[in-house]
């Protein structure tokens, strides 16, 4: 808990009860993976510091409303004592809250776009401008642009419109895309006493609810990777935690590969966020292990992945939230064979990087 920022979220007094500590309750939800219990002591220990309830509307009231609006459940624990537990809704409320702070953080911030260089027909305006050729259609016409440029070329004496003055708003394509995120869940991913495998699942249930909401055409599918690797599903998301893990990079690729190869949208990308360089592969029936350094069976092997991804386009965006020079070598020898890319974020900006580079992904220009 060391180091997180409560006080953005504790300023309306105004606020419903309820709504005040059920915002602070859902982020510590996912940083306990889903311990009520832990989460709740959390909640009632800021409470003691915050003073965030009265003698109005308490604690117990609080957890009161948390079942009676079916945000929590009760099942028995091995001993048979009563244990509460999440419910979809609440699950749900998670990946919506996680959508809704990423966005908010995209809003506040003014980082470049990129974009590719194909413009005609699609389905998202842009500020673009374009002359009118036969077969455009008349529905993306910007009139105020149309009716400037007739101004200007006839004047108000003489004023008509030709063809020549028609301009039209130009469009993107918006593509359906099957997408592998990749998440580590090595040991490295809470060392130093800095908890980043939060914010990897945070950005994942964001981007969960964004895909599932906005673009339910897409496909999402979710592994997480460390000495092996497997996929889990959304709604395990607030739930996942780092183990005494190496990282397996090759696993993790080999499972996204296997996934994308049945899928048949002609779009396929994956996206890996990742904290460490690969030190773990499979040899036989057990391991091969090397956490110093650069190892060079481990990274051939990783390369070669990365190769056979560029031979079946399939990009790789890497998420590296580590900055060691020798990482930034690597990373940029894997971006390099793979064709794809590459961005050093922070943890507070690991969400709009991926976001940003998702949306863009989607956007072909036609």
């Given at each position: 808990m060391i180091g997180w920022k409560f006080a953005e979220k504790i300023v309306d007094p105004d606020e419903d009860p309820f709504e005040k500590l059920f915002k602070i309750f859902k982020d510590l939800l996912v940083h306990t993976s889903g311990d009520v219990s832990e989460a709740l002591?959390?909640?009632?220990?800021?409470?003691?510091?915050?003073?965030?309830?009265?003698?109005?509307?308490?604690?117990?009231?609080?957890?009161?409303?948390?079942?009676?609006?079916?945000?929590?459940?009760?099942?028995?624990?091995?001993?048979?004592?009563?244990?509460?537990?999440?419910?979809?809704?609440?699950?749900?409320?998670?990946?919506?809250?996680?959508?809704?702070?990423?966005?908010?953080?995209?809003?506040?911030?003014k980082y470049g776009q990129h974009t590719s260089g194909i413009l005609g027909k699609g389905d998202e305006s842009t500020s673009e401008l374009k002359p009118f050729e036969f077969g455009d259609n008349p529905d993306n016409i910007a009139f105020t642009e149309t009716?400037?440029?007739?101004?200007?070329?006839?004047?108000?004496?003489?004023?008509?419109?030709?063809?020549?003055?028609?301009?039209?708003?130009?469009?993107?394509?918006?593509?359906?895309?099957?997408?592998?995120?990749?998440?580590?869940?090595?040991?490295?991913?809470?060392?130093?006493?800095?908890?980043?495998i939060t914010p990897a699942k945070k950005v994942a249930m964001a981007l969960a609810e964004l895909i599932t909401t906005r673009y339910p055409k897409d496909t999402l599918d979710i592994i997480v990777f460390g000495n092996d690797a497997w996929k889990i599903e959304i709604k395990d998301l607030p739930y996942l935690q780092v183990g005494p893990y190496h990282t397996n990079t090759v696993a993790g690729l080999e499972l996204a590969m296997d996934i994308l190869r049945r899928r048949k949208n002609t779009n396929k990308q994956i996206m890996m966020i990742t904290d460490g360089k690969p030190t773990c592969i499979k040899k036989g029936k057990g391991y091969y292990m090397n956490s110093f350094g650069l190892d060079r069976k481990i990274l051939t092997r990783t390369l070669a992945l990365a190769l056979s991804c560029r031979k079946m386009k399939i990009p790789i965006t890497t998420f590296m939230i580590a900055r060691d020079p020798y990482l930034v070598r690597f990373v940029d020898e894997f971006t390099k064979v793979n064709n794809g890319k590459a961005f050093y974020s922070s943890l507070e900006g690991l969400g709009e990087f991926l976001f940003r580079d998702y949306k863009n992904n989607k956007k072909t220009k036609n």
């Open positions: 002591a959390w909640l009632t220990e800021l409470d003691k510091h915050y003073k965030l309830t009265d003698e109005r509307y308490g604690i117990a009231d609080f957890i009161n409303d948390l079942y009676e609006k079916g945000y929590l459940s009760d099942k028995k624990n091995k001993n048979g004592a009563p244990l509460s537990v999440p419910t979809t809704k609440l699950e749900m409320a998670l990946r919506h809250q996680a959508l809704h702070d990423i966005f908010d953080q995209l809003s506040k911030t009716i400037k440029s007739a101004q200007i070329n006839h004047g108000l004496s003489d004023f008509h419109l030709t063809e020549d003055d028609i301009h039209l708003h130009e469009k993107f394509l918006q593509v359906q895309t099957s997408t592998v995120l990749m998440i580590d869940i090595s040991h490295s991913m809470i060392l130093y006493g800095e908890d980043r």
